[in-house]
T-cell receptor, first 115, second 115 residues
Framework: DAGVIQSPRHEVTEMGQEVTLRCKPI?????LFWYRQTMMRGLELLIY????????DSGMPEDRFSAKMPNASFSTLKIQPSEPRDSAVYFC?????????????FGPGTRLTVT | QQQVKQSPQSLIVQKGGISIINCAYE??????FPWYQQFPGKGPALLIA?????SEKKEGRFTISFNKSAKQFSLHIMDSQPGDSATYFC??????????????FGSGTRLQVQP
């Protein structure tokens, strides 16, 4: 079975540009999470969805960040405009129905570099 | 109150030795304590988890020890192997309100097992 798929794997962009990260959760999973990982702050939850509906976006750092889940098999995280401090690895994770509270399956991540 | 403090930041162990990683928490509302393993270039993967009503859980060479009164838990890797070299994250999960849960990660421990 395919795991969580993220694209692109690496993204280099200039400050001020729009960046869109994409995620395809595992088929049949009904929860989707977006995380950001940096050396300074570790793993931070940005937002999560249940059945395509955003449940908790309290981790989204500011209005420059937005996330959507138009259907059960696709989600995007958009940063507009991007800033150098947004440089991090962004992970998408998904969980199946009836999952244990900590059972999350992570994708390989997108390494974002903003210059 | 949702923080999970993890130590050490890095650990070097000889092959065959025991690796020990410690975590501490403050919020007694946490009700699940998982450990995740992350290899370079990959997303974190669930390794093992424990509930606070259990003092120890073992799966193969991996054991979680839990001290509820001290609000501490630890991961022991017995007979450590070079293939165990990875970053390990402890985490804690709690119910926030109806439909919402939080999973808080520790800062991570980079384990290197020398052959």
């Amino acid at each position: 079975d395919a795991g969580v798929i993220q694209s692109p794997r690496h993204e280099v962009t200039e400050m001020g540009q729009e960046v869109t990260l994409r995620c395809k959760p595992i088929s049949g999973h009904d929860y989707l999470f977006w995380y950001r990982q940096t050396m300074m702050r570790g793993l931070e939850l940005l937002i999560y969805f249940n059945n395509n509906v955003p449940i908790d976006d309290s981790g989204m750092p500011e209005d420059r960040f937005s996330a959507k889940m138009p259907n059960a098999s696709f989600s995007t995280l958009k940063i507009q405009p991007s800033e150098p401090r947004d440089s991090a690895v962004y992970f998408c994770a998904s969980s199946p129905p009836g999952h244990l509270p900590y059972e999350q399956y992570f994708g390989p991540g997108t390494r974002l570099t903003v210059t | 109150q949702q923080q999970v403090k993890q130590s050490p930041q890095s650990l070097i162990v000889q092959k065959g030795g025991i690796s020990i990683i410690n975590c501490a928490y403050e919020n007694t509302a946490f009700d699940y304590f998982p450990w995740y393993q992350q290899f370079p270039g990959k997303g974190p993967a669930l390794l093992i988890a424990i509930r606070p009503d259990v003092s120890e859980k073992k799966e193969g060479r991996f054991t979680i020890s839990f001290n509820k009164s001290a609000k501490q838990f630890s991961l022991h890797i017995m007979d450590s192997q070079p293939g165990d070299s990875a970053t390990y994250f402890c985490a804690a999960s709690m119910q926030l309100d109806t439909g919402r849960r939080a999973l808080t990660f520790g800062s991570g421990t980079r384990l290197q097992v020398q052959p």
